[in-house]
Nanobody, 124 residues
Framework: QVQLVESGGGLVQAGGSLRLSCTTS????????MGWFRQSPGKEREFVAG????????DYAESVKGRFTISRDNTQNTVWLQMNSLEAEDTAIYYC?????????????????WGQGTQVTVSS
């Protein structure tokens, strides 16, 4: 059983920064492709950042490109999402997700494991 635990959410003013962390259990973390998604009230869960088909190069939603950075450290079983220049529109619950298949995806249904989510609130 793989478990994903997010942390690092909170309340921040517009223009500020937050760094989300996602720590996973299991000894095969390095083989998982990881991604970050978010969901706002009344909206569907949407892709934010992840890794491309090769499992290495990064991929970002247009709305966060240039502001957010995804990274991972397989020795720590952790993936991070550094969020800079936050905007009120970034307010959402952020979810870490993992898929055991090789290669990245922007689709919710392609991910096998999900964290419980962490709230990010950006005040304008």
């Amino acid at each position: 059983q793989v478990q994903l635990v997010e942390s690092g959410g909170g309340l921040v003013q517009a223009g500020g920064s937050l760094r989300l962390s996602c720590t996973t259990s299991g000894r095969t973390f390095s083989s998982y492709t990881m991604g970050w998604f978010r969901q706002s009230p009344g909206k569907e869960r949407e892709f934010v950042a992840g890794f491309k088909w090769n499992g290495r190069n990064t991929d970002y939603a247009e709305s966060v490109k240039g502001r957010f950075t995804i990274s991972r450290d397989n020795t720590q079983n952790t993936v991070w999402l550094q969020m800079n220049s936050l905007e009120a529109e970034d307010t959402a619950i952020y979810y870490c997700a993992g898929r055991s298949s090789y290669g990245g995806s922007r689709y919710v249904s392609d991910y096998d494991y999900w964290g419980q989510g962490t709230q990010v609130t950006v005040s304008s």
